[in-house]
């Protein structure tokens, strides 16, 4: 792995801050990979240290990618409110009876992709809610219509949960599924009902969301057939630190995967605040320095990402990791 020294504005930051701190930040320039108690100090970073974890992050982030920044035209299209996992952070859901539920057409769904393309996006990216009664191969279908009517658009779709979904409802293996689908045109998964990979923290979020085994079982056989996926982490809710850094030592095992020749690879991390919980949730969201402190924490948990890849830009509420296609980035909104 590439090593850097640290300089500028950078080495001012760290020389100001804690010891330890700075031991940990010089190892990351190296490209060693940290270690759990490593990125705990870093999850719970303040002041001086926090300000010297940016400014390294940061000068990774330039030395790998430079300042240019690109990203594609997407258009979001969630064909279903209607779900029966029941998470209690979302917002969206809704059940079948309720006056606001709704689910589009093939019809309506392959509008609005078309629109998309009309407009100049290249890319949608096609979720939504899980409805008991829903067909084995509905997913299958909609892809299909999609591509009929725009091959050429990158159809982004159906996280891990809809795919474990769709090989409940079809009875197939995973792998002939997601073959399937790859052979219909479905470009790339994202890797949403992720939440924190942790099973302790996910029953009490959502205890009929797959397992993290699950989850995991699917991205790698995703990545073995050549679909590539994104991550996701959602915090601010009942999460620790040290939940954050499992969360991402567990991504950084799966990476180290998908950098395999042999494999396909995933394309970003995206973390997001949960916002749309109901208010007894949010009542134990972190405050936003908190928040902050997790962003930074991402980028050096991640570190320099083999081969020049992948790097982190850090913002003061999200963090966006990038390999998108062709050399641009996704844009995470």
Aim: include cysteine; charge should be neutral; aromatic fraction near 6%.
């Amino acid at each position: 792995m590439a090593t850097s020294m640290i300089n500028g504005s950078a080495l001012t930051a760290v020389e100001a801050c804690p010891a330890e701190v700075r031991e940990i930040l010089h190892a990351a320039a190296c490209g060693e990979e940290l270690t759990f108690e490593q990125g705990l100090v870093l999850a719970t970073a303040e002041g001086s240290a926090l300000e010297a974890l940016v400014a390294v992050a940061d000068q990774l982030r330039r030395e790998t990618v430079g300042d240019l920044i690109t990203y594609v035209v997407n258009r979001n299209i969630n064909f279903t409110n209607v779900c029966f996992v029941g998470c209690s952070f979302c917002g969206f859901s809704r059940g079948p009876g309720a006056a606001d539920a709704y689910s589009l057409s093939f019809d309506e769904v392959v509008r609005r992709a078309l629109e998309a393309w009309e407009r100049g996006a290249t890319e949608v990216c096609v979720q939504g809610g899980l409805p008991r009664d829903l067909d084995g191969f509905f997913y299958r279908d909609l892809l299909r219509a999609i591509k009929h009517a725009i091959p050429e658009m990158h159809v982004h779709a159906f996280s891990p949960m809809e795919i474990d979904y769709g090989v409940t409802k079809t009875g197939m293996a995973l792998r002939d599924y997601l073959g399937m689908m790859k052979d219909e045109g479905l470009g790339s998964i994202p890797g949403t009902a992720a939440e924190i990979l942790d099973d302790r923290v996910r029953k009490e979020l959502s205890p009929n969301k797959l397992p993290v085994g699950r989850w995991v079982e699917i991205i790698t056989a995703a990545h073995e057939l050549g679909i590539p996926t994104t991550s996701t982490m959602m915090y601010g809710h009942v999460e620790e630190p040290a939940d954050w850094v499992r969360h991402l030592l567990l991504l950084r095992a799966i990476t180290d995967t998908w950098k395999s020749p042999r494999i396909g690879c995933g394309t970003c991390s995206c973390c997001g605040r949960s916002k749309n919980a109901p208010a007894d949730l949010r009542s134990s969201c972190r405050s936003d320095s908190s928040m902050r402190r997790r962003g930074s924490t991402v980028m050096v948990a991640r570190g320099r990402e083999r081969n020049g890849k992948s790097t982190c830009a850090y913002m003061p509420w999200r963090v966006c990791c990038s390999t998108e296609r062709s050399g641009t980035c996704r844009c995470l909104g």
